[in-house]
């Protein structure tokens, strides 16, 4: 069993990014369960034809986890994939990483952490421990960056790095990083920018995905891009991604960028 | 975000925040204290309250609810776990409830002050303990007396005086008071109220008519502060400690009250002496303190009430360990020669 986590800054792409690598993991006959792990909860929409699953938060808080089955808070979207929306409090009280811990433990009480790959598609940085939680414990054991060529995504990813090498200096801490993402806003060199990145970082480039309108309109039919236009070019990126994915045997202890060097880097691709 | 530290020494009179407000609001006879909390957090606490008080042989069980958060609770916020709590603690037949946060309640940020302010037919006074925020147990002595002062009325002064914040937790807290009530005695005072020990609301409502604020030490000099500037009190900083403490607390308090204490302070002077002579059997023994306090004024109290018995300080071996810890006024240090004259013929 492959466990992914997909983090990066808020609004570049994650769950777009993981609700079409999902789709794509599928097609190759694989059993895959996608955990939203953000209180937004839209992580796994595009999946289920636009609509907004219970959250595992929203239950918990109405019946008390006592009451609450599997078949409430597991729901079955594109060609199969099982789809889970942590959720979390209303913005402003409590404590949401909490929350996300919480809805693993009803995951693995249950059983059903399981399938051929998890992907955790996780909120725009790692503010808190509970939302560190996905890499610690042995949940997601393979990290991967999603980041534009932006000052401010390679910033959120940079600061990722640090917290999986603090992570992975833990005894028996299995989180690694296993490669970037460059989901692109279409910047020139953005793809050479982002490899040099991904290779200071002591990491790689998994797939480069350039800005396509086609995203767009999938999400106006409520569908990912592999159901929407299985035959356009950015479906075959997904495809690519999916493949490189169960590929992948490289996993790093990252090294992240003092924020000088990063500006400097970024400078240089002007 | 705070700059300061836990405490590192742990000792009751350092420790957790929480208790030290505690050790206050469970004094209060007529009124319930919330612990906006997980369980642990009450049950710890009444725990070590119920086993001091029996040090100081009160057997009473302290009125405590805890709000028993979960993690739901902390998920979603705990606000209405307080809301309904509240609501069943002022329908017990109690006239006020004080509301006192725990490290998890602060981290999560619930409004406490603002869950308080509602309309709960009696009034709800929050008290901020979170103890994570660098607070120690003296913090949470004085966030409390501050919070219970300021449901106090302003009055018209009368003649008492008022004894702030005692230790209520401190094994012979009941014999300072008196050597306090002795001493104002011998000058002709009345106390006006303990604030606070074993007091009911109504006592508590006479504060604002004290002339002057007593405090039990320096610590609380916040509170009275704001007791001076709530109610225009003057205060004294602390209870006395050592011999020519007390006469120079006898010359304070005189001074603040416009009595003349030249004779009050000769008769304690006299006393003294006889204290002394009490333990001429002592007198020159070599010895050597066991630890040495934390606080100045200790070992300042007890250096000097064994320079006036001439025992003999040194680090030869096989020397009587014996205790630097005077406890308040003369009589305070008349119990410590009497450990040390155990110390010594043990």
């Given at each position: 069993?492959?466990?992914?986590?997909?983090?990066?800054?808020?609004?570049?792409?994650?769950?777009?990014?993981?609700?079409?690598?999902?789709?794509?993991?599928?097609?190759?006959?694989?059993?895959?369960?996608?955990?939203?792990?953000?209180?937004?909860?839209?992580?796994?929409r595009m999946l289920m034809h636009g609509s907004f699953i219970p959250t595992v938060m929203d239950l918990v808080r109405t019946r008390g986890d006592a009451a609450i089955s599997l078949s409430d808070i597991v729901f079955t979207g594109f060609n199969g994939?099982?789809?889970?929306?942590?959720?979390?409090?209303?913005?402003?009280?409590?404590c949401a990483g909490r929350g996300i811990i919480a809805t693993f433990q009803l995951l693995e009480k249950f059983g059903d952490l399981k399938g051929d790959v998890i992907v955790y598609d996780v909120l725009g940085d790692v503010v808190c421990g509970g939302?560190?939680?996905?890499?610690?414990?042995?949940?997601?054991?393979?990290?991967?960056?999603?980041?534009?060529?932006?000052?401010?995504?390679?910033?959120?990813?940079?600061?990722?790095?640090?917290?999986?090498?603090?992570?992975?200096?833990?005894?028996?801490?299995?989180?690694?990083?296993?490669?970037?993402?460059?989901?692109?806003?279409?910047?020139?060199?953005?793809?050479?920018?982002?490899?040099?990145?991904?290779?200071?970082?002591?990491?790689?480039?998994?797939?480069?995905?350039?800005?396509?309108?086609?995203?767009?309109?999938?999400?106006?039919?409520?569908?990912?891009?592999?159901?929407?236009?299985?035959?356009?070019?950015?479906?075959?990126?997904?495809?690519?991604?999916?493949?490189?994915?169960?590929?992948?045997?490289?996993?790093?202890?990252?090294?992240?960028?003092?924020?000088?060097?990063?500006?400097?880097?970024?400078?240089?691709?002007? | 975000?705070?700059?300061?530290?836990?405490?590192?020494?742990?000792?009751?009179?350092?420790?957790?925040?929480?208790?030290?407000?505690?050790?206050?609001?469970?004094?209060?006879?007529?009124?319930?204290?919330?612990?906006?909390?997980?369980?642990?957090?009450?049950?710890?606490?009444?725990?070590?309250?119920?086993?001091?008080?029996?040090?100081?042989?009160?057997?009473?069980?302290?009125?405590?609810?805890?709000?028993?958060?979960?993690?739901?609770?902390?998920?979603?916020?705990?606000?209405?776990?307080?809301?309904?709590?509240?609501?069943?603690?002022?329908?017990?037949?109690?006239?006020?409830?004080?509301?006192?946060?725990?490290?998890?309640?602060?981290?999560?940020?619930?409004?406490?002050?603002?869950?308080?302010?509602?309309?709960?037919?009696?009034?709800?006074?929050?008290?901020?303990?979170?103890?994570?925020?660098?607070?120690?147990?003296?913090?949470?002595?004085?966030?409390?007396?501050?919070?219970?002062?300021?449901?106090?009325?302003?009055?018209?002064?009368?003649?008492?005086?008022?004894?702030?914040?005692?230790?209520?937790?401190?094994?012979?807290?009941?014999?300072?008071?008196?050597?306090?009530?002795?001493?104002?005695?011998?000058?002709?005072?009345?106390?006006?109220?303990?604030?606070?020990?074993?007091?009911?609301?109504?006592?508590?409502?006479?504060?604002?008519?004290?002339?002057?604020?007593?405090?039990?030490?320096?610590?609380?000099?916040?509170?009275?502060?704001?007791?001076?500037?709530?109610?225009?009190?003057?205060?004294?900083?602390?209870?006395?400690?050592?011999?020519?403490?007390?006469?120079?607390?006898?010359?304070?308090?005189?001074?603040?009250?416009?009595?003349?204490?030249?004779?009050?302070?000769?008769?304690?002077?006299?006393?003294?002496?006889?204290?002394?002579?009490?333990?001429?059997?002592?007198?020159?023994?070599?010895?050597?303190?066991?630890?040495?306090?934390?606080?100045?004024?200790?070992?300042?109290?007890?250096?000097?009430?064994?320079?006036?018995?001439?025992?003999?300080?040194?680090?030869?071996?096989?020397?009587?360990?014996?205790?630097?810890?005077?406890?308040?006024?003369?009589?305070?240090?008349?119990?410590?020669?009497?450990?040390?004259?155990?110390?010594?013929?043990?």
């Amino acid at each position: 069993m492959k466990q992914i986590a997909l983090y990066g800054k808020g609004g570049i792409g994650k769950s777009t990014t993981s609700a079409n690598l999902s789709a794509a993991l599928s097609l190759m006959d694989l059993d895959i369960l996608q955990i939203g792990c953000d209180p937004k909860r839209d992580s796994t929409r595009m999946l289920m034809h636009g609509s907004f699953i219970p959250t595992v938060m929203d239950l918990v808080r109405t019946r008390g986890d006592a009451a609450i089955s599997l078949s409430d808070i597991v729901f079955t979207g594109f060609n199969g994939v099982r789809c889970v929306e942590a959720g979390g409090p209303e913005p402003g009280v409590g404590c949401a990483g909490r929350g996300i811990i919480a809805t693993f433990q009803l995951l693995e009480k249950f059983g059903d952490l399981k399938g051929d790959v998890i992907v955790y598609d996780v909120l725009g940085d790692v503010v808190c421990g509970g939302f560190a939680m996905p890499m610690r414990e042995g949940y997601a054991q393979e990290i991967y960056l999603v980041t534009s060529g932006e000052l401010m995504s390679l910033y959120a990813a940079n600061n990722i790095c640090k917290a999986i090498k603090r992570l992975a200096s833990r005894a028996k801490s299995k989180c690694r990083l296993a490669g970037v993402i460059c989901n692109a806003k279409g910047e020139p060199r953005e793809e050479e920018l982002v490899r040099e990145f991904a290779e200071r970082v002591n990491s790689s480039l998994v797939e480069y995905i350039p800005r396509d309108r086609v995203v767009q309109l999938a999400e106006l039919n409520k569908k990912t891009v592999i159901e929407y236009d299985p035959a356009s070019a950015q479906a075959a990126r997904y495809r690519s991604l999916a493949a490189r994915v169960m590929e992948n045997t490289r996993m790093t202890i990252p090294t992240p960028l003092e924020i000088d060097d990063l500006e400097h880097l970024a400078y240089r691709y002007i | 975000m705070t700059s300061n530290t836990s405490p590192t020494d742990i000792s009751r009179f350092r420790g957790c925040t929480l208790t030290g407000a505690l050790s206050v609001t469970t004094h209060v006879r007529d009124a319930v204290s919330v612990i906006h909390g997980p369980r642990g957090c009450s049950h710890h606490n009444l725990s070590l309250l119920h086993a001091t008080g029996l040090e100081n042989d009160r057997v009473s069980i302290p009125e405590l609810i805890s709000t028993g958060l979960s993690e739901t609770d902390i998920i979603f916020g705990g606000e209405e776990t307080l809301r309904r709590t509240l609501e069943s603690a002022a329908g017990r037949d109690v006239r006020a409830v004080y509301v006192l946060s725990t490290c998890i309640i602060d981290t999560i940020g619930d409004d406490v002050c603002g869950v308080c302010a509602g309309d709960y037919g009696i009034p709800v006074i929050p008290v901020p303990t979170a103890g994570f925020l660098g607070g120690s147990f003296q913090d949470g002595v004085n966030n409390a007396l501050t919070a219970i002062a300021g449901t106090a009325p302003l009055s018209r002064k009368e003649a008492g005086i008022n004894i702030i914040g005692e230790r209520n937790l401190e094994y012979e807290v009941e014999e300072n008071y008196r050597e306090i009530h002795r001493i104002l005695t011998n000058l002709g005072l009345a106390i006006n109220i303990r604030f606070l020990h074993t007091s009911s609301l109504d006592q508590i409502s006479l504060l604002g008519a004290g002339r002057l604020n007593i405090l039990r030490e320096p610590g609380l000099v916040p509170v009275g502060e704001y007791l001076r500037q709530r109610f225009g009190t003057p205060y004294i900083a602390s209870f006395p400690l050592g011999l020519s403490g007390t006469l120079t607390f006898i010359k304070t308090v005189s001074r603040a009250c416009g009595v003349d204490g030249k004779r009050v302070a000769e008769e304690e002077q006299s006393l003294q002496e006889e204290i002394l002579n009490e333990f001429s059997d002592i007198r020159g023994t070599p010895v050597v303190f066991d630890q040495t306090p934390d606080d100045p004024e200790s070992i300042h109290a007890a250096e000097e009430a064994a320079g006036m018995l001439r025992l003999k300080f040194g680090n030869i071996a096989n020397l009587q360990a014996i205790p630097a810890a005077p406890s308040v006024g003369t009589h305070g240090i008349r119990r410590m020669l009497h450990r040390w004259r155990r110390a010594i013929h043990a």
